[in-house]
């Protein structure tokens, strides 16, 4: 209750920012991403049209589902003793009664290596650079609705003014171009 009326809150402080409607910001926080991948994958895939039904799965019921699995995994116990002598372990990190030397301890370290490589592109996006398509900052920018300055970006060896060198300056499109 409390954490949705701060949503509604703050959702028509942003309305009034950026002079949108209440409905347009709110659509935009409850499925508008998933209806821009729908776009997109319907102008790429060559399958034609998508259905809603799958945004809204994808963005609603899916997640809550795949929560539900998770907890059902971690609160499942298996019997891995004998006939005999029965013992009962929970499911979770005592996948098919394989023993927790090399198996489990390798899947734990390609865990805790996606997190870590996660968490250093949190905190250090720059290390990442080296990774990024020629002119993704111009295709970023313009996603997010701003202009490069051309004369900005610095030159390369061969001369040539290239994005992926530095972070460019950009402005607001309405500052560049007359609204």
């Known amino acids: ?39 997109v994958l319907e102008t790429h895939s060559g399958e034609g049209a998508i259905p809603m039904i799958w945004a809204i799965n994808i963005k609603h019921i899916m997640p809550q589902t795949l929560i539900l699995c998770f907890i059902n995994l971690i609160a499942t116990k298996v019997d891995v003793g004998t006939e ?14 394989y023993d927790n030397w090399p ?9 805790c290596f ?20 020629d002119g993704i900052e111009e295709h970023v920018a313009t996603i997010n609705g ?15 003014k290239d994005a992926k060198v530095a972070f460019p300056v950009v402005l607001p499109v309405a500052e560049v171009v007359d609204c």
Do not use: C, H, W
């Open 1 to 39: 209750g409390a954490g949705m009326g701060v949503v509604v809150l703050l959702a028509q402080k942003a309305a009034i920012q950026y002079d949108k409607t209440l409905g347009s910001v709110m659509r935009t926080l409850t499925i508008g991403n998933v209806l821009d991948l729908k776009k």
């Open 84 to 97: 005999e002598n029965p013992d009962m372990k929970p499911s979770f990190a005592n996948y098919g009664g």
């Open 103 to 111: 198996y489990q301890t390798v899947g734990i370290i390609v865990f």
């Open 114 to 133: 996606g997190l870590g490589a996660f968490l250093v592109g949190l905190f250090f996006p720059s290390l990442y650079d080296g990774l990024l398509a």
């Open 146 to 160: 701003a202009v490069l300055l051309e004369e900005t970006l610095p030159l390369t060896d061969d001369g040539t």
